[in-house]
C-alpha cells in the first residue's frame, strides 16, 4: 500500500500562489491515479483535481482555471499548484491514491487564504 506526505501548504493573501507536494512511498507510484481533495469543518471533503496514471487530468468547476495538477513519476511525486487564491480555498488539502478500486490517503495539509 502507498503513504503519502503533503507539504507546501501556509498561509497566503487572496490572489496569491501556492504549490502543494505529495510524496508517494511503498509502492510504484506510476501505476496510481492521484488526486488532491479538500475539506473544511462546514462541508465535505471535495475533489479538487485528479490526474491518472496516463496524466489525463480533471478539475472542480471552482478551481478551474486557476489550479493546476501534474506529477512526477521519477520522483514519486503529485503537485497542486494553486493561483489566483481566494478565501473560499481555505481548507485542509489531502494527497489521495487509488488503484483497482484501493485507495490511500495523506495526512493533509492547512490552506488558509486570508489578509
Known amino acids: 500500500q502507498v503513504q503519502l506526505v503533503e507539504s507546501g501548504g501556509g498561509l497566503v493573501q487572496p490572489g496569491g500562489s501556492l504549490r502543494l507536494s505529495c510524496v508517494a512511498s511503498?509502492?510504484?507510484?506510476?501505476?496510481?491515479?492521484m488526486a488532491w481533495y479538500r475539506q473544511t469543518p462546514e462541508k465535505r471533503r471535495e475533489l479538487v483535481a485528479r490526474?491518472?496514471?496516463?496524466?489525463?487530468?480533471n478539475y472542480a468547476d471552482s478551481v478551474k482555471g486557476r489550479f493546476t495538477i501534474s506529477r512526477d513519476n521519477a520522483k514519486n511525486t503529485v503537485f497542486l499548484q494553486m493561483n489566483s487564491l481566494k478565501p473560499e480555498d481555505t481548507a485542509v488539502y489531502y494527497c489521495?491514491?487509488?488503484?483497482?478500486?484501493?485507495?490511500?490517503w495523506g495526512q493533509g495539509t492547512q490552506v488558509t487564504v486570508s489578509s
Open positions: 511503498g509502492s510504484i507510484f506510476s501505476i496510481y491515479n
Open positions: 490526474i491518472t496514471s496516463g496524466g489525463r487530468t
Open positions: 489521495y491514491a487509488d488503484r483497482s478500486g484501493l485507495g490511500s
